[in-house]
């Protein structure tokens, strides 16, 4: 399967692009790795995250549209993003991929989603994080996050990329604010959860 997909994406990506590719599945990999996560799985959704990432907009909006997918106006305004949700279709169509963790986490690994799995979580980081996205403080940064906490390390990403959009003018699509708000909300609880547990740890001992 990995050389059937390698062989595809040589014909349809360039070269630059294949090796921030395999950068994302080496990554995700890793992280699936850490999380005690399905290594196989993480592999195959990094591999096949970007094989639409070179289709032109009219064909992306076709093939969205075939689908059902319900599109918001930036979307059609930019129809680049739609190329994660059509990767999900050619890995389905053209290499038979039927779990639909694999086919949610490349889906998903442009904008996010709330509620999103955590091999979701990892593919979306590693996409971001890969190390030929460079070596900048910021990146480093969110590097070691992901490493610690992966619903905050999605929060503080969906941030740089926040900034980035903002920076650039770009527009922005609402499932990038929903992801960060999401993300950031579970990482808060999970923040306020621990220092309960290390309060209630601290009266315990002045208890004994």
């Not at 639409?52 to 009219?58: E, G, L, N, R």
């Not at 969205?64 to 739609?82: R, S, T, Y």
Request: net charge neutral; charged share 25%.
């Amino acid at each position: 399967m990995r050389q059937q997909v390698l062989a595809w994406l040589a014909d349809n990506v360039p070269a630059s692009r294949l090796q921030h590719i395999l950068g994302v599945e080496q990554m995700a990999i890793a992280l699936a790795r850490h999380y005690h996560l399905d290594e196989e799985k993480a592999a195959r959704a990094g591999l096949m995250h970007d094989l639409a990432k070179y289709f032109k907009p009219q064909k992306l909006l076709q093939m969205a549209q075939a689908e059902g997918l319900e599109l918001d106006p930036v979307d059609i305004a930019n129809p680049h993003l739609l190329h994660a949700n059509v990767s999900a279709i050619v890995a389905r169509e053209q290499f038979g991929i039927k779990d639909e963790e694999v086919l949610q986490a490349i889906k998903n690994h442009t904008l996010g989603s709330p509620g999103m799995d955590l091999l979701s979580c990892i593919v979306f980081l590693a996409d971001s994080l890969e190390p030929g996205r460079g070596s900048t403080t910021e990146l480093e940064k969110l590097r070691q996050i992901s490493w610690q906490e992966l619903h905050k390390a999605v929060w503080k990403t969906c941030d740089y990329s926040l900034k980035y959009l903002l920076d650039s003018r770009c527009l922005i699509h609402p499932r990038t604010i929903k992801t960060r708000n999401w993300a950031m909300e579970i990482a808060d609880r999970k923040q306020s959860n621990q220092v309960k547990s290390q309060k209630s740890k601290v009266k315990n001992c002045f208890l004994e």
